[in-house]
């Protein structure tokens, strides 16, 4: 071998060797990135903004793979975590979701029942009401008093139940009454005996019926002589004259 083929094979050698050292100095890299990172585990970002209050479904998120290092303790790592919860604030499209912004679905308290009205979607606070809230709900009455020459009429508005849970929104919906045709939204309350009588009084013979919103923490029971409201009040003559029969 000349000194020619000589110096071939050293830098032939030397390349070989560099080589080896590239390859060991990546993998320990990688071994140092693995060791910081560690293994990863399955989480769930959303897929769609969801508002407050609104259930959050397994269609509504992707699964995606963080190291678990990184993972807050509150990630949600499993579908079956969703099952009855609802949002608890307005949620973000790509927010990875977290048990903290969930709370479970409203349920019914003992001596409660469920019923379900439709609500003129005009009326219903503009789209504002949601699960777990509370409402007032007002309905509009004509009343008829006397006879002959002596029959008048005039109109009350009343308050038919104060602090009603809503259970449940659906979909808008477009209903067909007196062949008039108006977008209604049903609306499930939580409800005892007696106020799920009213509201059914009140969506069979009410002219309009009317949902207050009631702002968290003020619930406050309005009294019986409020309750009631006619425009005889407010020009000076008896506000709930002739009212005791219709609401007792």
Known sequence: MNARQRRGMLLLLASVLLAVGAFAGVLAVINDVESKVGPETTAFELTTDVEPYQEVTADQVREVRIPERYIPPSAVTDLGQLDDQVAVGPLAEGSL???????????????????????????????????????????????????????SEYEVVRLMVNNAEVIEVGDLTEVEDDDERREAVPITFALDNTDAQRVTYAEAFAEQVRLALVAPGDEEEIPEEERTYTIIGDIGGTPNAGLDELFP
């Open 97 to 151: 979701l977290q048990r903290d912004m969930l709370a479970d679905r409203p349920e019914l308290d003992p001596g409660q029942q469920e019923i379900a009205v439709m609500i003129d979607a005009s009326t219903g606070v503009a789209g504002k009401i949601y699960p777990g809230a509370s409402i007032n709900m007002y309905a509009a009455f004509s009343v008829r008093e006397g006879q002959g020459d002596q029959e």
